[in-house]
């Protein structure tokens, strides 16, 4: 099962380059993921500490629902035959939403990384143009790492609906990219079907009150 770890509430600004678009946010606590997903845990052969990668999101919210069960908690999706998902605010194992995946990341930190690049992510300029094991860079301030670099991360929110439609958000950069995409703030979009081989996610899970 995943290593967790509990964060503190507060609040934190999201931002988008395109639009312009600055938003605040405020998060109650809850739990996210010490790692990206890894292939062993995803059940995937080989490689078994490396990130679960060419995952969908809807292979991710999946996997979300077969983690709860598996650990004998309700749900927190509930996805219908034609693959809608929707929210059933059970404390079920879920993806992070785009605020909590932000505030995570930074740690307190307000600047574009929450330290130098090449000492914690996997990116172009270092990886050697290939997946690494989780945790072989250096953490942020709250005990999580690869939140920058190696694979980007699947979050629940919508994109821009009224532009993209269904597009997901995906954080956090990869493997593949140049320094620019590997920060705390870039926002990058993708089909909810969509699978490529830098693309991956973290858990979450709501903390019952």
């Not at 109650?28 to 995952?55: N, Q, W």
């Not at 190696?150 to 954080?171: A, K, M, T």
Request: aromatic share 12%; net charge negative.
């Amino acid at each position: 099962m995943p290593e967790m770890i509990t964060l503190p509430a507060g609040v934190v600004q999201l931002s988008d380059r395109r639009t312009q678009r600055r938003w605040q946010v405020a998060l109650t606590s809850y739990e996210i993921g010490v790692f990206p997903i890894t292939r062993a845990e995803y059940g995937l052969a080989g490689d078994a500490r490396r990130p679960a990668e060419s995952v969908s999101w809807l292979d991710a919210v999946a996997y979300c629902n077969t983690l709860s069960i598996a650990e004998g908690l309700p749900e927190a999706y509930k996805i219908d035959a034609d693959s809608a998902v929707t929210v059933t605010g059970e404390p079920g194992y879920r993806l992070p939403t785009e605020a909590e995946w932000e505030y995570a990341c930074r740690a307190g930190t307000d600047g574009p990384r929450y330290g130098p690049l090449d000492e914690i992510a996997w990116y172009r300029g270092n990886s050697g143009e290939r997946l690494h094991d989780v945790g072989g860079k250096r953490p942020n301030a709250w005990g999580l790492y690869d939140m920058l670099g190696n694979v980007w991360n699947w979050c629940w929110d919508l994109y821009d609906p009224e532009v993209y439609g269904g597009y997901r958000v995906l954080r956090g950069g990869g493997w593949f990219d140049e320094h620019w995409s590997c920060r705390a703030s870039v926002r990058r979009r993708s089909h909810p079907t969509f699978r490529v081989d830098d693309v991956g996610f973290r858990v979450a899970r709501s903390i019952s009150p």
